[in-house]
T-cell receptor
């Protein structure tokens, strides 16, 4: 298994501000992903965090709004920039140990409320 | 990205088997079929995955149709703790390796 710690677990933010979410894994992993889960909805993939290079974003998500860093194989950050109430969601970090491994592990998520 | 279709909700009685269906008619030859579940206020957790053959583990069984266009997650004896949203996912292992979640099935277990 993989133990994933996300910080903050929850926060209340003001419109127009930015917040950075940290994801720390207890061991090296090959793949790291960031998801968003809006209230009552399924998970939407934001991007794949690539170690040492730019993240790969899904359609509808852009680097200016959701900059992602991944400096090593155990850590990644997601920033939600210039927040609006529509950004109120749970943001989840997830990891897979290897490229071909079946199991995806998730952190507990970061619940953001934007006023 | 290949997509999955699941019923929005299902109900089961406690200690009875549950069969959760998933349709994935656009599946490609290299897509693995994954199942995850999400308990209330928690992140998703892995249940099972497979490619072509049926799979069993301590949590569940996965039955895959011969043409791979559908699959069924089987919980052999549902308990109240199995009440969750169950997601069927196709994962491409020759391209992007990403996991795309569908809408999921909310399972309600009745005591």
């Amino acid at each position: 298994s993989a133990v994933i710690s996300q910080k903050p677990s929850r926060d209340i933010c003001q419109r127009g501000t930015s917040l950075t979410i940290q994801c720390q894994v207890d061991s090296q992993v090959t793949m790291m992903f960031w998801y968003r889960q809006q209230p009552g909805q399924s998970l939407t993939l934001i991007a794949t965090a690539n170690q040492g290079s730019e993240a790969t974003y899904e359609s509808g998500f852009v680097i200016d709004k959701f900059p992602i860093s991944r400096p090593n194989l155990t850590f990644s950050t997601l920033t939600v920039s210039n927040m609006s109430p529509e950004d109120s969601s749970i943001y989840l970090c997830s990891v897979a140990r290897t490229v071909n491994t079946g199991e995806l592990f998730f952190g507990e998520g970061s619940r953001l409320t934007v006023l | 990205d290949a997509k999955t279709t699941q019923p929005n909700s299902m109900e089961s009685n406690e200690e009875e088997p549950v069969h959760l269906p998933c349709n994935h008619s656009t599946i490609s030859g290299t897509d693995y079929i994954h199942w995850y579940r999400q308990l209330p206020s928690q992140g998703p957790e892995y249940v099972i995955h497979g490619l072509t053959s049926n799979v069993n583990n301590r949590m569940a069984s996965l039955a895959i149709a011969e043409d791979r266009k559908s699959s069924t997650l089987i919980l052999h004896r549902a308990t109240l703790r199995d009440a969750a949203v169950y997601y069927c996912i196709l994962r491409d292992v020759e391209g992007t390796y990403k996991y795309i979640f569908g809408t999921g099935t909310r399972l309600k277990v009745l005591a």
